[in-house]
């Protein structure tokens, strides 16, 4: 399967410790976003990054959250100090650089809970 | 900042049934997108529209983008049960983040 993949699938922490997933994207796009979607709504964005570049941040990106994409291949999502409002799927999506980028491929998510 | 507001915000049809659902924002997009999402699974994409005035079809789906550029709407002809999900539409200006509406939950009843 060569979608985009992020791990783990589902993570419940304690309030106050730290979380960090993973993302693989699709091998050949150079873009990699981070959304976040609570129950019955639509994602919201994050984060992307361009190759390695982190580009944009969303303002719902406290300091307490950091993201990562070293090589311009795989992406890492921390959480630190995790609250119970951090309980949400954080998905991952990937797209072309050019021609078609606004065509993002997600991930299946990672469902975290903090209690 | 910019919202997209989808409607209705949820349906029950007849299997068989065709089944229309819309977007609408205050603010120009240059590009519309429809997602599919199942429960516990990221969106899956449906179809992408770049041009105004374009009317695209995947199957038993088809999309158009609005003229004005502030709304876009997806049919789905003939239903069958595996149609059931929640669908989104989301849209982008330029180059980086898709702004999501809230998401039409489709049930349908064979």
């Known amino acids: 399967d060569t979608g985009v993949s992020q791990d783990p699938r589902h993570k419940i922490t304690k309030r106050g410790q730290n979380v960090t997933f993973r993302c693989d994207p699709i091998?050949?796009?150079?873009?990699l976003y981070w959304y976040r979607q609570t129950l019955g709504q639509g994602p919201e964005f994050l984060t992307y990054?361009?190759?390695?570049?982190?580009?944009?941040k969303s303002r719902l990106l406290s300091d307490r959250f950091s993201a990562e994409r070293p090589k311009g291949s795989f992406s890492t999502l921390e959480i630190q100090r995790t609250e119970q409002g951090d309980s949400a799927m954080y998905l991952c999506a990937s797209s072309l650089l050019q021609g078609k980028e606004a065509e993002a491929f997600f991930g299946q998510g990672t469902r975290l809970t903090v209690v | 900042g910019q919202q997209l507001n989808q409607s209705p915000q949820s349906m029950f049809i007849q299997e068989g049934e065709d089944v229309s659902m819309n977007c609408t924002s205050s603010?120009?997009?240059?590009?519309w997108l429809w997602y599919k999402q199942d429960p516990g699974e990221g969106p899956v994409l449906l179809i992408a529209l770049y041009k105004a005035g374009e009317l695209t079809s995947n199957g038993r789906l088809t999309a158009q983008f609005g003229i004005t550029r502030k709304d876009s709407f997806l049919n789905i002809s003939a239903s069958i049960p595996s149609d059931v999900g929640i669908y989104f539409c989301?849209?982008?200006?330029?180059?980086?983040?898709?702004?999501f509406g809230e998401g039409t939950q489709l049930t349908v009843n064979p």
């Open positions: 990054f361009q190759n390695e570049a982190q580009l944009e």
């Open positions: 091998s050949e796009h150079n873009r």
């Open positions: 603010s120009i997009f240059n590009t």
């Open positions: 989301a849209g982008q200006v330029s180059g980086s983040r898709l702004t």
